[in-house]
């Protein structure tokens, strides 16, 4: 009997011996005069059992029958759930097995078929987070996760996620490569479906910071900054009006490297599930299942319902700004060169002034190159390159390699057969002078 059963008897016994009136009792146990009329005929039959809940030691009427347990246990222990904790394991077997159980069900059922051990709950130090901006697309967070999505099953790829400060709104997208292309390619779309946000935070990565390049140990003595020119992004975020802010460390975006963390777990295992092995699939299962669960339990109202999303206007031409651009002088033969290709300025494009002029050269996400010239793009074709006569060279002979040099002055010379040293003197005309 419960310390609570026990303080209600009291007072009904003080009830039952007219002690306190019914009223009394019934506002000393939160309950109505009715309940507290049947308590006490209750007590008159049943004496102290009165209190106790009918159904104490008895299985519950809501209870699983424990064969749905083992059936779900068994499925569970299949390969391809492996890894599965309570709440995913549960969603899937109410979603893809039609076994409707919560997830303290399946947990406690999992624990009981070793499927899974409950943490220790730790006290932790509390963090403070950053409150999240007021207003949807007023802060971006984007960022890139490289793991093993497909468990050797394909190719390796890397996950491309944009996600809302706001509302944690997730944009996402698979690739091969971390690259600029890849990476242009998840803005395009990004910006077709919700317009231009305010900025975007991302970690200081090369391609979206151009680290300056300096002797070692210069920082440490100048302590200059010097501005360097931007990335291929960071100049296409300047031309869409976009701000770009960079964070210092990995817990500064904690909201994208916290969905990185549940993507690893659900969204691994969700690929898994549907027998997921090429980069196609993987997208298709990311837009039409994961992003759609996360839409759906994740996200959040904004504080404030106004979009800061801005649209796209005419002036911003996302083929052009979402390119590789480079800038090239035209030869006075009206030619480019590009990627050790040589091209040629179309005669009706040519226009005066052009010749010796600095031109922009855009090559798009599709491949395809432009060539622009102020506001205006001027046709171009590829033209062939005249190869060079290669001249064979001659081979030349082989020389024997010399050996060291040796003199022979003083060939068939004998010391004892030559003349005396007087002699050779007188021979050469010598005269000495008095003081010798």
Known sequence: ??????????????????????REAAEE???????????????????????????????????????????????????????????????????????????????????????????????????????????????????????????????????????????SRLWAQFARHDSTAENMSLLWSYLQKFGRPISFYTDKASIFQTSPKRPRGEWSVTHEWVEMPP???????????????????????????RNFGTAQDRLVKGLRVAGVTTLEQANQYLVNDYLVWWERELTVEADNPDDAHRPLETSHHLAASLSHVETRQVRNDYTLRWEGKLYRIERPAVVAGLRGANVRMEKRLDGSLAVRHGERYLAIQQCGVPDKPKVPLAKAAKRPRPGPRVSDWDKNFDLKKGPKLWQAAQASGYRPSPAE
């Open 231 to 257: 990335t291929q992004i960071g100049r296409a975020l300047q031309e869409l009006g976009i701000g770009w802010i960079a964070a210092h460390s990995p817990q500064a975006k904690g909201r994208v490297e």
């Open 1 to 22: 009997m419960t310390q609570q059963e026990r303080d209600r008897l009291i007072a009904l016994n003080k009830a039952h011996q007219k002690l306190i009136t019914q």
């Open 29 to 167: 146990l939160g309950l109505s005069i009715r309940q507290v009329r049947r308590l006490l005929e209750a007590l008159h039959e049943q004496g102290d059992k009165a209190v106790l809940h009918g159904l104490r030691g008895r299985a519950s009427n809501r209870k699983i029958d424990g064969s749905i347990e083992q059936q779900a246990m068994k499925i569970l222990s299949a390969p391809v759930y492996q890894g599965f904790g309570p709440t995913l394991a549960a969603e899937y077997l109410a979603s893809r097995h039609g076994i409707a159980a919560s997830k303290e069900t399946v947990r406690q059922w999992m624990i009981r078929a070793k499927l899974w051990r409950g943490n220790k709950q730790r006290v932790r130090q509390v963090h403070t987070w950053r409150p999240r901006r007021s207003r949807l697309g007023e802060l971006v967070q984007w960022d890139t996760s490289a793991h093993d999505w497909l468990e050797g099953r394909g190719e390796k790829l890397c996950l491309i996620a944009m996600i809302d400060d706001a509302t």
